[in-house]
Nanobody, 124 residues
Framework: QVQLVESGGGLVQAGDSLRLSCAAS????????MGWFRQAPGKEREFVAT????????YYGDSVKGRFTISRDNAKNTVSLQMNSLKPEDTAVYYC?????????????????WGQGTQVTVSS
């Protein structure tokens, strides 16, 4: 498995931007599709964004499409999530995930490695 550590969370106001990063170690990072998921209190884990092993294919959840951008740097073993125009409903713990899948996926079951999560809080 690959080890993942997220960073960049915090408290921001509605309309602000935030950039999350996820550092990977332990395995060949470029073999893995990567994803971002989030979980708010009392809710199920929700798909946010995913990117293929080479960055050529990206897919977003409907609630973040047009506001969030996922990217990766295989030379630095990192994946990032740029979050713009943040809303209070974006408040959640954000998780980075890695999966050995051909392109990518929006399903949590397809990702075998997870980070510990980073809290994002958006105030109104």
């Amino acid at each position: 498995q690959v080890q993942l550590v997220e960073s960049g969370g915090g408290l921001v106001q509605a309309g602000d931007s935030l950039r999350l990063s996820c550092a990977a170690s332990g395995r060949t990072f470029s073999n893995y599709a990567m994803g971002w998921f989030r979980q708010a209190p009392g809710k199920e884990r929700e798909f946010v964004a995913t990117i293929s092993w080479n960055g050529g294919w990206k897919y977003y959840g409907d609630s973040v499409k047009g506001r969030f951008t996922i990217s990766r740097d295989n030379a630095k073993n990192t994946v990032s999530l740029q979050m713009n125009s943040l809303k209070p409903e974006d408040t959640a713990v954000y998780y980075c995930a890695a999966g050995l899948i051909p392109f990518s996926s929006a399903r949590t079951a397809d990702f075998g490695s997870w980070g510990q999560g980073t809290q994002v809080t958006v105030s109104s």
